[in-house]
């Protein structure tokens, strides 16, 4: 028999994890003791000790200044929307569909309990509702929406099935499960596959694309370079200050599908100058203009400063005005 592994308690995995502001990953589900059986569906007071989060949830807990103000909310007006959970068979334990945060303010003031709504769903169907319930949310991390599509469209798929072999490619049942889970975000569904793209990123490259660091465009062609490559990208990054364009990322995911990417051709794309790396001065024209005659063009401008420059610091351009002082004497 198996021993059994306590709930976790959030404000040990806080203090571990350092100073606040910071990002809880939410950890799985582990395999529960057998216990009696959990009622199957309702409305009802729970405590939160028996409330595990989603097995391999997508959504991260941040405990910043947002879910402080949450937390108070809580503690002023109590938690107006029920947390939504599902009964782990053979146990009187639950899985959190939606409310990991309101969980997480509610334990960080205190209380033992919270209200919840009992919904007895099937594993894709829950995985289903709990992405779709936190599309309310305003800011949603790329890491977020890119493990959050893949596991809506992998549920997707899984309750579709396979389309049978008869069926015409224009029919309900061969319409891509990839586009009518984009539908239900709000986006196409090219948008969709190039977020599920991310997921193949390793950890420190996502953080990057979190940290909106990093296009998704450019996060969608690296994550066609297996995990040695992206690491050598990394170092290369780190090197040389910067983040890959896009162009450079499409060329280093050519090479790779070549075979011919390695280390060192990372390191000699990434130490190219790109456009926005280049140094230049910027004059606003109409601290500039007085000084020129009204018909000249920015064009024209721009020639004028250059030459006057370059007669300024050219010794015989120098001499030759001098000369011509003298000469008008």
Not at 57 to 70: A, F, G, M, N, R
Not at 78 to 105: F, K, M, N, Q, W
Not at 288 to 298: D, G, T
Request: hydrophobic share 35%; glycine share 4%; proline share 7%.
């Amino acid at each position: 028999m198996k021993e059994k592994k306590l709930n976790p308690n959030w404000d040990i995995v806080r203090k571990a994890l350092g100073k606040e502001p910071q990002t809880v990953d939410v950890p799985t589900n582990p395999e529960p003791a057998e216990r009696h059986d959990a009622p199957k569906s309702g409305i009802m007071t729970l405590p939160l000790d028996v409330l595990w989060p989603f097995p391999d949830h997508p959504y991260k807990v941040i405990e910043d200044e947002s879910l402080d103000q949450l937390a108070e909310s809580i503690r002023e007006n109590g938690i107006l929307s029920p947390v939504i959970v599902r009964p782990v068979e053979g146990t009187d334990e639950y899985e959190i569909i939606s409310g990991h945060r309101r969980c997480r303010a509610a334990e960080m003031i205190g209380l033992k309990t919270v209200p919840v709504i009992v919904s007895d769903l099937s594993s894709d169907e829950a995985v289903i509702q709990m992405v779709d319930s936190n599309l309310h949310r305003e800011h949603l991390l790329p890491s977020e929406k890119a493990f959050a599509y893949k596991m809506k469209l992998e549920a997707m798929r899984r309750k579709a099935g396979r389309p049978k072999k008869d069926n015409s490619p224009q029919t309900a049942s061969n319409y891509r499960s990839d586009d009518a889970a984009a539908e239900a975000f709000g986006v196409s569904g090219d948008t969709m596959r190039r977020y599920v793209r991310l997921t193949n990123l390793i950890p420190e490259l996502l953080e990057y694309m979190d940290r909106d660091e990093m296009a998704l465009s450019v996060g969608e062609a690296l994550s066609y370079l297996n995990e040695a490559m992206q690491y050598a990208v990394l170092d290369a990054m780190e090197a040389e200050d910067c983040t890959p364009s896009y162009s450079q990322a499409v060329r280093m995911k050519n090479l790779f599908r070549n075979g011919d990417l390695d280390e060192d051709g990372i390191m000699a794309v990434m130490s190219e100058q790109k456009a926005n790396q280049r140094e230049h001065v910027s004059i606003p024209v109409q601290d500039i203009r007085r000084f020129f005659p009204a018909e000249y063009s920015i064009r024209d401008i721009q020639r004028s400063i250059l030459r006057m420059l370059e007669e300024q610091n050219d010794p015989p351009a120098k001499q030759k005005q001098r000369s011509r002082g003298d000469d008008a004497r």
